[in-house]
């Protein structure tokens, strides 16, 4: 971070300094939200979450060198700045430093696909920048900025995840980032008991509108009936597979253990290879593909870059372990994700009289769609040609039911010991295996204890 006097802070919060005035022309070069990460000379923000306070620990923060707190009311007679809500103080604070920089800023949301995107746009963009990424999971209002405050004048770019699970949420951390472009990767049903329906999820994905300049580019999947339809003031950019009339696509697909295809782009094919199988992740690709020529980045330097994209943590990794082959993808699930996960299953082919073998648990957050939506599931992995489903959770019951009706024999439970032993009973040598699940059934304790305790 770029150092800011306390007076700057003070504007960008519309904060009042309650005491501590002799520091007034002090230059702060961090921002801290945790007193366990306090840095020296940084300022403390005082966050009030569900389980803690943090104006509990101005104290503390002050004593381990924090040189000014951002407070909701004055503690004792430490240095305060004094806000309305220290959550929207930390929003402010981060665009007000962001507006500090001129560069490319590509904002992604969407139901399913964006942590993929983000480093697929990373590697896009880093083709021709120095370019910043959101880190981890740090893509909400927490999150969000403390990745905006990273930023330096080195950086000639970034991309930020933004993640959502209720309206308004969007709205502020765009409102926060400024992006320069914009991608929507889909609109599926992930929040939907928040949300209320598609037509709602794609409102709350369009508030990425908000904190972007009328003349920043918006990029959509075609594909995607809900995005296809959308008509809106300011220029658009699509890409698809699907959709012919896509301004970036994929033509000429071939999947072995990578995708090869070619981009169509103005009338011309490049031809382009990624360490990853399915459409969804070539429809990443060509959301990332758009970003970089956007921001003015050489098709052929973009589409090297994409080659050296791999899956990170538990999404679709695909390794062996033991005498199976294992795609691991339990980070998070809607029912596009897992159809998406079915694909690749289906496109790998078992050796040595192996199966294909999916192991399915709960969806979360689908509110009163949960049971169609998971019986749904059920019909995808007919589909998808799985000869083996074993389901886990009190929703996954109607994945194995509806693949019953379908004459794929299903089973299913809601204890995890009992599954563990299922499996450990049933899998074959030459499997190979989707473990598949939202991230709160935590499908990662069960491949643990079959295969040995091992890092995502």
């Known amino acids: ?15 009042k300094m309650t005491d501590g005035k002799a520091i007034f022309e002090k230059e ?23 389980k803690f306070d943090g104006h509990d620990f101005v104290k503390d923060a002050i004593e381990k060198g924090a040189v000014a707190a951002i407070t909701e009311a004055q503690i004792g007679k430490f240095p305060c700045i004094s806000v309305s809500s220290t959550r929207k103080a930390l929003l402010d604070l981060a665009r007000a430093y962001r507006l500090k920089f001129k560069l490319h800023l590509v904002g992604v949301t969407g139901s399913v696909g964006k942590t993929t995107t983000k480093e697929m746009v990373y590697l896009a963009l880093s083709s021709k920048y120095k370019t910043l990424k959101t880190e981890g999971n740090l893509n909400n209002e927490i999150g969000l900025p403390q990745n905006l405050f990273k930023l330096d004048s080195s950086y000639g770019a970034a991309v930020l995840e933004m993640g959502m699970s209720h309206f308004g949420e969007i709205h502020r951390l765009s409102s926060a980032a400024q992006p320069t472009a914009g991608i929507i990767t889909n609109i599926g049903f ?11 999820i794609l409102k709350a994905k369009l508030e990425i509108l908000d904190g972007m300049n009328p003349s920043a580019p918006l990029i959509i999947n075609a594909d995607d009936d809900m995005l296809s339809a959308l008509t809106l003031d300011r220029e658009t950019i699509t890409f698809g597979i699907e959709n012919k009339h896509s301004e970036v696509r994929a033509e000429n697909i071939n999947f072995s253990e990578t995708s090869s295809f070619d981009i169509i782009y103005k009338g011309r094919a490049y031809p382009a290879v990624l360490n990853c199988i399915g459409k969804h992740n070539i429809l990443n690709a060509l959301a990332a593909f758009a970003a970089g020529v956007v921001c003015g980045a050489e098709p052929e330097e973009i589409i090297k870059k994409l080659s050296e994209y791999s899956p990170i943590g538990m999404r679709q990794k695909i390794e062996k372990r033991g005498q199976q ?24 082919t078992p050796e040595n009289g192996g199966r294909r073998v999916a192991v399915l648990a709960d969806m979360l957050e689908l509110g009163d769609m949960a049971p169609m939506l998971h019986a749904k599931v059920g019909e995808m992995a007919v589909e998808a040609g799985v000869e083996k489903l074993i389901c886990y959770g009190e929703n996954a019951k109607y994945i194995a039911a509806r693949a019953d009706e379908l004459g794929l024999h299903s089973g299913s439970t809601t204890d995890k010991g009992m599954l563990i032993e299922y499996l450990k009973a049933s899998l074959k040598p030459g499997d190979i295996v989707l473990f598949k699940g939202s991230r709160g059934m935590k499908l990662e304790e069960v491949i643990n204890e079959l295969y040995g305790q091992e890092s995502f």
Do not use: Q, W
Not at 1 to 15: F, L, P, Q, R, Y
Not at 190 to 200: K, P
Not at 330 to 346: E, F, G, I, T
């Open 1 to 15: 971070m770029e150092c800011m006097t306390i007076e700057e802070i003070i504007k960008a919060v519309s904060g």
């Open 325 to 348: 082959t294992l795609i691991i993808d339990c980070y998070n699930a809607s029912p596009d994700s897992m159809k998406a996960s079915l694909s690749v299953l289906s496109k790998l």
């Open 28 to 50: 702060i070069c961090a921002v801290c939200t945790d007193t366990r990460k306090i840095e020296p000379g940084c300022i403390f923000i005082a966050i009030k979450g569900e």
């Open 190 to 200: 992930s929040h939907i008991e928040n949300l209320g329906s598609r037509e709602g």
